[in-house]
Nanobody
Framework: QVQLVESGGGLVQAGGSLRLSCAVSGRTFSTYAMGWFRQAPGKERELVTGITRMGDNVYYVDSVRGRFTISRDNARNTVWLQMNSLKPEDTAVYYC???????????????????WGQGTQVTVSS
């Protein structure tokens, strides 16, 4: 069983920062491309950022590029999302997810991700 556990969410003022962590257990972590999704009330779940198995390539949705940074440490089975310059529109439940992938592949669609964390709430006040 592959289990993903997010932590680090909370309440922050606009312009502030948060760092989310995702701890992964089960099969070898480096087997998976990883991603962070978010879902705001009444909206579709959105891919925010993704990272390849070895961390050599990343993707960011336009709305967070330059503000968010994804990283991973395969020796620690952990992926992080550093969020800076937060805006109220970043408010959402954030989900860590894992996708089986080949070398160098970014998993770009929700359907590619087989394993999901429980989500962590991020609230940005104006």
């Amino acid at each position: 069983q592959v289990q993903l556990v997010e932590s680090g969410g909370g309440l922050v003022q606009a312009g502030g920062s948060l760092r989310l962590s995702c701890a992964v257990s089960g099969r070898t972590f480096s087997t998976y491309a990883m991603g962070w999704f978010r879902q705001a009330p009444g909206k579709e779940r959105e891919l925010v950022t993704g990272i390849t198995r070895m961390g050599d390539n990343v993707y960011y949705v336009d709305s967070v590029r330059g503000r968010f940074t994804i990283s991973r440490d395969n020796a620690r089975n952990t992926v992080w999302l550093q969020m800076n310059s937060l805006k109220p529109e970043d408010t959402a439940v954030y989900y860590c997810a894992a996708a089986g992938a080949i070398w160098g592949e970014l998993a770009m669609t929700r359907e590619r991700y087989a394993y999901w964390g429980q989500g962590t709430q991020v609230t940005v006040s104006s």
